[in-house]
Each structure stands twice: as C-alpha cells, then as structure tokens.
C-alpha cells in the first residue's frame, strides 16, 4: 500500500492559481488510479478530479473543468493538481487518494479509493 504526502496548499486571492503535489512512497505508484477531493467546511469530502494509472484519462467535475487539470509523472510517483482561477467555493482541505486498479486507462468509481494522505489546506479569499 502506497503512503501518500500533499503539499502546495497555501491562501490565495481569488482569481489566483495555485498547484498542488501529491507524492507517494513505494514501487508500484503506477498500479494505482488517483484521485484529488475537496472536503470543504461543514461539507462531505467530494472528488475533484480522477486520472488513470497511465495519465490517458483524466475526469473532472463541473466545477473543476476548465479551470483544474490533474496529472502525474509515474517516474517520480507524484501526482499534481493545477489550479487557476480560484473561487471562494474552491476552499477547504484538499485530500490525495489512491485506488490499486487493474484497468490502466480507466478510473474507478470514487467510492473505492482507499488510501488517503493527510491533506492540505486551500483557503481563497473573496
């Protein structure tokens, strides 16, 4: 099972970008799919934006299309996710998740990753 470090959160203006850093221990980061969600205050943590094992899909919510793009670099077992034009809604704890998945240029549903990293702080202000 993969440990899973976020880094790059911080407080923004709106309007402003930011890119978040999602590193993972071990050797076989490229078995797994992964994942960004958003836990905002006083909400249920919800996806953000999902990619496939090798980087060839890459799934966004309405909110985030457009404005977010995930991506990963298997030979450094890091994932990113590059955020422009935050909002105030963009706010909260941004968490790294990882779901070990046989098909390499699919994602699962977002209720089967299990391993999750601490988490990083966005805060955008309005």
């Known amino acids: 099972q993969v440990h899973l470090v976020e880094s790059g959160g911080g407080l923004v203006q709106a309007g402003a970008s930011l890119r978040l850093s999602c590193t993972a221990s071990?050797?076989?980061?490229?078995?797994?799919?992964m994942a960004w969600f958003l836990q905002a205050p006083g909400k249920e943590r919800e996806l953000v934006a999902a990619?496939?094992?090798?980087?060839?899909?890459?799934d966004y919510t309405d909110s985030a299309k457009g404005r977010f793009t995930i991506s990963r670099d298997n030979a450094k077992n890091t994932m990113y996710l590059q955020m422009n034009s935050l909002k105030f809604e963009d706010t909260g704890v941004y968490y790294c998740?990882?779901?070990?998945?046989?098909?390499?240029?699919?994602?699962?549903?977002?209720?089967?990753?299990?391993?999750w990293g601490q988490g990083t702080q966005v805060t955008v202000s309005s």
């Open positions: 990619i496939s094992r090798n980087g060839w899909r890459a």
């Open positions: 071990g050797s076989t980061f490229d078995t797994y799919s």
């Open positions: 998740a990882a779901k070990q998945f046989s098909a390499e240029w699919d994602t699962p549903d977002s209720a089967l990753y299990d391993t």
